[in-house]
Structures are given as C-alpha cells and as structure tokens.
C-alpha cells in the first residue's frame, strides 16, 4: 500500500505558469464578506485554545457537505485537508489526473452551490436555521437590505501549491486555524493592529508587545556582506562570532531588533524564537483588517515576545521586498537601536479593528 509520504513524491508541482486542467494541488478560501459567524460558533473549552473548536451550524453542515460530495462529480479530485471556520472555509484539494475542467470552474461550481444553499436558508425561519446562531446574528441578517443574502459572495481565492514544503506548511496551518483564532480572542490585546506608533518621530503600525519598547537595551541584527564574502573564502570565524554574540546578548536581556532578511539573519531569528527572547522586527509590508502572523511568528507574539513594525501601510499587491526596502529596513532598525535612543520615546495611538 502507498503511504502519504510516497505518494506526495509522485505528484507534479505547478510551476509560474499554472495549467488549471492538470494534475496539482490547490488552496481554496471562501469568505462570507460580511465577516458574520453564520457558518460556525468558535468553543474554547477551559479557556484551552489547543482545545478550541468550531462548532457548525446547520449552513455550516451543509456547506461540508457540498464539499464533500465534489469528488462524487469530478472522480479526478480529491479533498486533502479542510477547515470550516464561523466565518470562512478552507481547503487544500488533489487533482490526481488531467481534468476535462478546470480546476477554475469545480471552485466556481462549488461556490454557486455554496451562495444557492445561502439563500435557502436565510429564507427558512425553521428552527434548522437558527440554531447555532446568536440572536444578533439572526436578527442582523433578517434586518439587512441585502436579506436574503447569499453565502461567499465575493469569489473565492485559488492559490496552486507548486513548491516543496508547500504542501505541510499549508496542511497545518488549516489545521491550526481554531487554534490560533482562539488565541487572538484570549489576548487580543497583542494580535490588535496598532496605527500611528511613533518611535523616535517615526510611525509605524505595530502588531504585538508594545511593552518591549519599555526594554532600554537593545542591538540590530544585521549581517553585513562584507562577513558572508569573507566566509566565502572559507573563514568563517568572523562570521560565526558574530551570530553567536547576536544570541550571546540575547540571552542577557538585550532586545534584538532587525527586518531579518538575510539567510544568516533568519538563523539567527530561529534561535531566537526558540529561546523566546525579546525581538523587534521590522516587516516592508502593513497589517490588513485580519491580519494575523505567519505560522513561525504567531507564537512568539501570542506569548508576548514580540513586536512587529511596519513603517509603511499595508498594500494587498505587495508580493516581494526590494533591495531599496532592505536598505530602508536596516536603517530604521538602526535609528531604534542606536545606544542614544535605549530610552525611546514613543506613544501609540491605537486604532481598533475587527478580529
């Protein structure tokens, strides 16, 4: 019999130019817009978030249900991972051979069933309907100018999985997903994004500990090129002090500020993470309204170890960092840590948003 691990090292990778009728592995969100709990209420039991759960609604059974029964129409497909959230669903699925259609049109079929099951039930005052729902939700949606409103109104979001490591990564965070939304709901206060904090005269958004500004000691993580050339050359010894003195003063308190870009950089922020010391890092993008942090940095953020800075807004089509924003980056995490600023002044001025 073929394990997992066998067969995931027989399925072909996307490349850049994505063949939507072929053999792949594909990430699929919907979200109902509105952002309303309709599918799902999320249950923390003991204040636990390892325990947290979601627990469907009756729209919320059927929405599975749809989603189950997709490799019934395309024999082609199947569902490797999914997450129903209160209020989005997650999907990782297989496409095991080259399909008449694209994977396009499946979502696109699944999504029209998901909205024509929307409306049904918004028009149902059975008790079917209701059930599993907060009076303010029920109330909200019967209200609305838009009732009787569909589910996943916007189209969804089709993300090919074509590079090694893709495909872990993604399992565990759909896996993971009650998980960290419970998390974000028991210490809101770190994952809230915070407009308008200005260190030093600068502002940024932040996201995290605002109390690490409190620590007056603090060094740039910065590994210069002219370290990596020399160990090219095959001594490494300046380089190697240099990291091990990063952690070195780690470990007696010293906060560690950097954008983290470079390959060394990221070792050394591993171990930091590791140890769970405190950290300031600077990010070229901002937070959006859900923003929460990447899978390696969740954690470090929900047990108050850090702070993440952006000095700029958020932009949704920012894909990669440029050589001009390292620069940038470095620089300001410089002005933060420079020895004339261990006392820095800064004040925030905190806009709320929506989890």
């Known amino acids: 019999m073929m394990t ?149 109104t916007e189209m969804p979001f ?25 998390t974000k709901r028991l210490k809101p206060d770190f994952f809230r994004v915070q407009h308008n904090v200005i260190i030093n005269g600068r502002k940024y958004n932040a996201v995290g500990n605002i109390a690490i500004l409190m620590n007056g000691s603090r060094k740039t993580v910065h590994v210069h090129r002219e370290l990596l ?18 952690i070195v003063a780690a470990r007696k308190g010293t906060v560690m500020v950097s954008p983290f870009i470079s390959p060394k950089e990221k070792e050394i922020l591993s171990v930091l993470l590791k140890e769970q010391h405190p950290i300031i890092y600077l990010t070229n993008n901002g937070f959006g309204e859900y923003y929460k942090p990447s899978d390696y940095l969740f954690d470090a953020v929900a047990t108050g170890h850090l ?10 089509s920012q894909k990669r960092i440029t050589r001009e924003e390292c620069v940038m980056l470095n620089n300001f995490a410089e002005e933060i840590a420079a020895p004339s600023n261990t006392t820095t002044d800064y004040k925030q001025n905190p806009v709320p948003q929506a989890e």
Not at 307 to 316: Q, T
Request: with cysteine.
């Open 4 to 152: 997992m691990e066998n067969e995931q090292n027989k399925w072909r990778w996307h490349g850049a130019n994505v063949v939507w009728r072929g053999v792949g592995i594909y990430h699929i969100t919907l979200t109902i817009p509105s952002r309303e709990p309709l599918l799902g209420t999320l249950v923390i039991p003991g204040n636990d978030p390892a325990q947290a759960k979601v627990e469907r609604t009756k729209l919320g059974n059927s929405i599975v249900e749809e989603l189950l029964h997709i490799p019934s129409y395309y024999p082609e497909i199947r569902i490797l991972q999914f997450c129903l959230m209160p209020d989005h669903l997650h999907a990782v699925i297989y496409v095991t051979r080259q399909m008449k259609n694209s994977i396009k049109m499946v979502v696109r079929s699944f999504w029209q069933g998901a909205k024509k099951l929307g409306r049904e039930y918004s028009l149902s005052d059975s008790p079917e309907f209701n059930s599993g729902f907060a009076d303010r939700e029920v109330n909200l949606a019967k209200n609305s100018s838009s009732y009787p409103f569909p589910v996943f």
């Open 158 to 182: 089709i993300r090919p999985l074509y590079r090694r490591g893709q495909l872990d990564a993604m399992m565990r965070y759909i896996r993971m997903n009650p998980q960290r939304l419970a």
């Open 229 to 246: 050339d020399v160990a090219k050359q095959g001594d490494d010894e300046s380089l190697r002090d240099y990291m091990n003195g990063c």
């Open 307 to 316: 702070l993440i800075l952006s000095p700029w807004p958020y932009n949704d």
